[in-house]
């Protein structure tokens, strides 16, 4: 009678378990501290941002607000910059799997994996993913000067110039950098990295004429291409953006299968039960329901993107190794 009690309660816990971002890993999860029963959340939720006030950090106060008036607890953003979000991933990936403490995960979490040498953390096999949030293209922006009016010309321009024309970015390994990379790559085309420290300076030197050409995220360039500042060539995502739909992709300019975009995604430590994934995933999906919250988003340059866990796992997966090729071919690496 013993033996068949515990066979019925080890089966249930089995079934409240959510499962790791990589299905081949077969290690057993982290006990979780909540009860079985209990209903969730009962106390407020840590919610980790791997990155400083204002940017990114924006968007996760916006669905943390969200989340924390559906369940009626708050949702703590908890502010943990440095290495390139690393630093808070790892503090995400080594907490309690009790759904108290989320991670607010960006297009960097999957640049990293194969960015750092020696990451604390297995991008896949330490997390568990909860659902993506929004997703946004970026814009392929040139100074007004170079003879350009599209990506196919910018392509012609730059094999009859091999290394004469500099591209900034926001910072070497960056989705900005990473973007340009991808580019060359499938193109064939040799530019010149300029790594700066911020969207800011680098901007302001591509307005300036210091460097020709940038990868800049869409909410940053949109302004100073409406305003003529500079010239928009293409989007970076696989589709065109709602935003700008006059503007044509880069995959339509003539670099088939070409996508680029940058995102947003929440993610939790793995061993999280499935059913708080659930509920989280849920609560996700009717906020980006919300017509206001969707103005919101696209104020700053990005659409929301409703996922179940498992879409957002693979396509996680899919992202990571995008990115692990485009860093072994341009040579990148932080130790």
């Known amino acids: 009678m013993k033996t068949d009690i515990f066979v019925r309660v080890a089966l249930l816990l089995i079934g409240l378990t959510a499962l ?3 299905a081949a890993d077969r290690a057993p999860d982290r006990q979780s501290a909540l009860p079985v029963n209990a209903s969730y959340p009962e106390r407020p939720v840590r919610f980790i941002v791997p990155f400083p006030p204002g940017g ?4 996760a106060r916006m669905i943390g607000q969200k989340l924390g008036e559906k369940f009626g ?3 703590v953003i908890d502010n943990r910059a440095g290495a390139g979000g690393t630093l808070g991933a790892a503090i995400a990936a080594k907490a309690p799997a009790d759904g108290y403490t989320i991670l607010f995960a960006t297009a960097s979490f999957a640049i990293s994996a194969s960015l750092y040498r020696d990451l604390p953390y297995d991008s896949i096999r330490d997390f568990t993913a909860v659902g993506l949030v929004s997703s946004g293209p970026m ?3 040139v100074h007004p000067s170079l003879p350009v009016a599209s990506i196919r010309d910018l392509i012609a321009y730059a094999r009859a110039k091999p290394d004469a024309l500099n591209f900034a970015s926001t910072g070497a390994g960056t989705i900005t950098h990473l973007a340009a990379e991808l580019f060359k790559s499938m193109t064939g085309v040799r530019l010149t990295h300029v790594p700066y420290k911020g969207s800011g300076p680098a901007q302001t ?4 004429g210091q460097v020709q050409l940038m990868f800049d995220v869409i909410g940053a360039a949109l302004p100073h291409a409406r305003a003529g500042k500079v010239k928009a ?3 970076t995502s696989a589709m065109r953006s709602a935003l700008v739909p006059d503007i044509p992709t ?9 996508d680029a975009s940058t995102w947003y995604g929440v993610l939790a430590p793995r061993g999280t039960p499935r059913r708080i994934v659930s509920r989280l995933n849920n609560q996700i999906v009717a906020t980006l329901g919300s017509a206001e919250f969707r103005e919101r988003l696209g104020a700053l340059g990005f659409e929301p993107q409703i996922t179940t866990p498992e879409q957002f796992a693979d396509a996680l997966r899919t992202d990571i190794a995008k990115w692990a090729r485009t860093i072994k071919d341009a040579g990148i690496g932080v130790n």
């Open 205 to 208: 030197d591509l307005l300036g």
């Open 233 to 235: 060539l293409a989007v």
């Open 250 to 258: 880069v995959a339509e300019s003539g670099v088939a299968d070409y």
């Open 73 to 75: 607890q708050q949702f």
């Open 56 to 59: 990114s950090d924006t968007v």
């Open 139 to 141: 814009l392929v922006v």
């Open 20 to 22: 790791p971002l990589a």
